[in-house]
């Protein structure tokens, strides 16, 4: 079945970590691919997107995200978290404007 | 640019009660979606909306679910009636289309957490 897979459920981390959370994707043809955050008592916000070019796309906040079509792959990445990065994040993808997301990835940091 | 609205954002109630869900998207936004959050899981959609039309409902429990967006802007969302296993978040989200693929990024609002006793 068509879907969107995040590998990790919870990731603990300390500050100053580097991070890389993954996301695969198994819908074929032509995707738009998004990361999206929640922190805790906030609603979902927009990390960063892919529609084409630069497979590598920066988003807010120092996070940044690499396209790998052959993977199926759009996995997020920060090189050193912060206290307040602790939040949920979702990996999305839009196939025909139809948007999937994927369960989720909670993170942790701790100070 | 004011947010996408939701009320109310926290509701409880009994099993086979009726409950309703106000959304109000951010101004100029044609399309509107509502999604169901279960704990432990992402968002799943429900229905899509362009301005007033439905764009797809296929995930939409049609025996119990239905939503409306009569004038192109504001929208609610009514489950009659309500299951235990409809206890969720309800998010509501707009975007403006944009290109031939849908080049475009949904805003969301804050949801209604919803408790089915």
């Known amino acids: 079945a068509q879907s969107v897979s995040q590998h990790n459920h919870h990731v603990i981390l300390s500050e100053a970590a580097s991070l890389e959370l993954g996301c695969n994707y198994s819908?074929?043809?032509?995707?738009?691919l998004f990361w999206y955050v929640q922190y805790p008592g906030q609603h979902l916000q927009l990390l960063l997107k892919?529609?084409?070019?630069?497979?590598l796309v920066k988003g807010i906040k120092g996070f940044e995200a690499e396209f790998i079509k052959s993977k199926f792959s759009f996995n997020l990445r920060k090189p050193s978290v912060q206290w307040s990065d602790t939040a949920e994040y979702f990996c999305a993808v839009t196939v025909n404007n139809d948007m999937r997301f994927g369960a989720g990835t909670r993170l942790t940091v701790k100070p | 640019e004011a947010g996408v609205a939701q009320s109310p954002r926290y509701k409880i109630i009994e099993k086979r009660q009726s409950v309703a869900f106000w959304c109000n998207p951010i101004?100029?936004?044609?399309?509107l979606y509502w999604y169901q959050q279960i704990l432990g899981q992402g968002p799943k959609l429900l229905i899509q909306f362009q301005n007033n039309g439905v764009v797809d409902d296929s995930q939409l429990p049609k025996d119990r679910f239905s939503a409306e967006r009569l004038k192109g802007v504001d929208s609610t969302l009514k489950i009659q009636p309500a299951k235990l296993e409809d206890s969720a978040v309800y998010l509501c989200?707009?975007?403006?289309?944009?290109?031939?693929?849908?080049?475009?990024?949904?805003?969301f609002g804050p949801g209604t957490r919803l408790t089915v006793t």
């Open positions: 989200a707009s975007s403006r289309v944009s290109g031939l693929r849908g080049h475009y990024e949904q805003y």
């Open positions: 892919y529609f084409s070019g630069d497979p």
């Open positions: 101004s100029g936004h044609a399309t």
């Open positions: 819908y074929g043809g032509t995707v738009n």
